[in-house]
């Protein structure tokens, strides 16, 4: 019961607020107050504009690519609303929490600016949070207590296979994450391939499939990872397209927490169910560039089969073809449900 109350209460939605300051500047320069500062699920954010030049960078943003470009010492990195990886070099690293368009302007987390931007100027950034009723980047919210909690499940003994799985379509509503240079977004992707997913499992295997989303709406954090708290979810995909700089960027590329409980053969769960996704996408003729270990939220180190599913690039004309029509979702659709299903048995 006090689960369920403690989830309801998360469920609720956070309004976006500007309130507060923060003080800002490398090490040795005087701080600049930026006053602009918009709380989202207890997190601060600050419009991207606005910090790089107290730290001495330049940034633009690409309205075709729907892509932030940032110069810095270390090369161009770039990132996309609503992604949670920054591109570096031809290298992805993961952030703690993705962009956003808040009111009209491209906005990132303190984190990103405390954390990711010193590491990418390889100097010391000042950075403090001047309202005092907001907590500055707190090391476990009670979001990331309850994500925690829910990916520690563990099927009962003797269950084998799956019962359940949970898919989260990424973004949604005034949230469009990555863009194709025709107007195609991550949104309309994920949630097409994931219906079809759902679909299948229902059809085939009279499975239920729970989705984060099914239709076009914004969502909180929390109301996310809802799906996930169903008792028989043994699984949980996350669906996502991206973006790139260079259009010669192809294929899917599969993310599984960098630490979980290891299996017999130290590949653990995850590992286990991103290679059987990966075999069956191959199969389908859908190219997988990798199968990499990268944070995905805060989300401890859970259990649960987790997989996050990048299903190409829709910066590339190839890969667009296939997003972009129902044929080709239908190709992914199929590909994911093969694979979850050699999953199941290898269960």
């Known amino acids: 019961m006090l689960r369920t109350l403690f989830l309801l209460l998360m469920l609720l ?19 600049v107050t930026i006053d602009e500062v918009y709380h989202r699920d207890g997190v601060a954010y600050l419009a991207v504009d ?58 990132v987390d303190e984190s990103f600016v405390a954390i990711h931007l010193p590491a990418l100027l390889n100097l010391s950034v000042y950075y403090r949070n001047l309202d005092p009723s907001v907590e500055q980047m707190p090391t476990q919210s009670s979001l990331d207590r309850l994500f925690s909690f829910l990916l520690h499940k563990q099927k009962p003994a003797g269950v084998k296979g799956l019962r359940a799985v949970a898919i989260d379509p990424a973004h949604g ?48 954090a929390a109301q996310r ?27 899917a590329v599969l993310f599984i927490r960098p630490q979980e409980r290891q299996a017999e053969d130290g590949g653990g ?42 299903l190409g690039y829709l910066s590339n004309e190839a890969d667009r073809e296939t997003l972009g029509q129902p044929a080709g979702q239908e190709r992914l659709a199929e590909a994911l449900y093969r694979g979850l299903k050699a999953f199941a048995k290898q269960q």
């Open 269 to 310: 769960d995850s590992m286990a169910l991103a290679v059987q996704l990966s075999q069956a996408l191959n199969r389908a003729g859908i190219q997988v560039a990798a199968i990499e270990r990268a944070p995905l939220l805060p989300l401890g180190k859970g259990d649960l089969p987790t997989v996050l599913v990048e």
């Open 173 to 220: 509503g005034s949230d469009p994450g990555s863009m194709g240079p025709k107007g195609l977004k991550e949104k309309e992707v994920a949630l097409a391939v994931a219906q079809g997913l759902q679909k299948r499992f229902k059809m085939r295997l009279g499975l239920p499939v729970y989705l984060s989303r099914d239709a076009d709406y914004s969502m909180t």
């Open 225 to 251: 990872f809802a799906a996930v708290n169903n008792p028989e979810v043994d699984a949980l995909i996350l669906l996502h397209a991206q973006s790139a700089l260079s259009e010669s960027s192809r294929g």
């Open 50 to 107: 606005e910090v790089l030049p107290v730290l001495g960078l330049s940034g633009s943003w690409d309205s075709v690519k729907h892509v932030y470009s940032i110069k810095t010492p270390r090369g161009r990195a770039q990132m996309s609303p609503g992604s949670q990886f920054l591109r570096l070099d031809g290298q992805f690293q993961p952030i703690t929490n993705p962009p956003s368009f808040i009111d009209g302007r491209l906005r």
């Open 13 to 31: 939605p956070t309004l976006n607020v500007a309130e507060g300051a923060v003080q800002l500047a490398l090490e040795g320069t005087s701080p």
